[in-house]
T-cell receptor, first 114, second 114 residues
Framework: GQQVMQIPQYQHVQEGEDFTTYCNSS?????IQWYKQRPGGHPVFLIQ?????EVKKQKRLTFQFGEAKKNSSLHITATQTTDVGTYFC??????????????FGKGTHLIIQP | GAVVSQHPSWVICKSGTSVKIECRSL??????MFWYRQFPKQSLMLMAT?????????EQGVEKDKFLINHASLTLSTLTVTSAHPEDSSFYIC??????????FGPGTRLTVT
């Protein structure tokens, strides 16, 4: 079945440093989504990438979808303490016109030292 | 924005009993909802897809007779953990898809089986 790998598992950064998490799927994806989960909370949708090579930005966050639609990355510039949490990528293979359950990566736990 | 609620937020039950968890879409209708399971500091694992008016579809390895899913209306799906055992203790999260197939997660239900 589909597998989604995500690295690193943990990332410690000093406040103000950049952060990147990488996601790789064993199969071609129809779309990839990114979620953030704060400690004790539930995943919150950040963004969805659909097109090959797509790049989207949200303030200090930059999301990329690979040309082969099998990998993706999330980059945060100049991290702040509010960025603390676990970032998950989640992929969907099927684009049959309906919503599909997602296959989640293991997540990257971002820890920021002030 | 789309809001999904879950009830209860936490529950403790004795081994051998059954527990029902409700998932509601508060401000939108959802013909499909998803049930995930998350162990501490781990990723979300898709358990099943709940379909309004029809049977749920379960992921490989998930026992349909143990995890009963009922999608009785366009805003309510329920997950019943039958004959719960300590190994069923986990964080159960539901989600409902938005118009672009992004998923809106409920706050989760923490189940502890003693």
């Amino acid at each position: 079945g589909q597998q989604v790998m995500q690295i690193p598992q943990y990332q410690h950064v000093q406040e103000g440093e950049d952060f990147t998490t990488y996601c790789n799927s064993s199969t071609t994806l129809s779309n990839i989504q990114w979620y953030k989960q704060r400690p004790g909370g539930h995943p919150v949708f950040l963004i969805q990438l659909v097109k090959s090579g797509e790049v989207k930005k949200q303030k200090r966050l930059t999301f990329q979808f690979g040309e082969a639609k099998k990998n993706s990355s999330l980059h945060i510039t100049a991290t702040q303490t509010t960025d603390v949490g676990t970032y998950f990528c989640a992929g969907s293979e099927y684009s049959g016109g309906g919503a599909d359950g997602l296959t989640f990566g293991k997540g990257t736990h971002l820890i920021i030292q002030p | 924005g789309a809001v999904v609620s879950q009830h209860p937020s936490w529950v403790i039950c004795k081994s051998g009993t059954s527990v029902k968890i409700e998932c509601r879409s508060l401000d939108f209708q959802a013909t499909t909802m998803f049930w995930y399971r998350q162990f501490p500091k781990q990723s979300l694992m898709l358990m099943a897809t709940s379909n309004e008016g029809s049977k749920a579809t379960y992921e490989q390895g998930v026992e349909k007779d143990k995890f009963l899913i009922n999608h009785a209306s366009l805003t309510l799906s329920t997950l019943t953990v039958t004959s719960a055992h300590p190994e069923d203790s986990s964080f159960y999260i539901c989600s409902a898809p938005g118009t672009a197939y992004e998923q809106y997660f409920g706050p989760g239900t923490r189940l502890t089986v003693t």
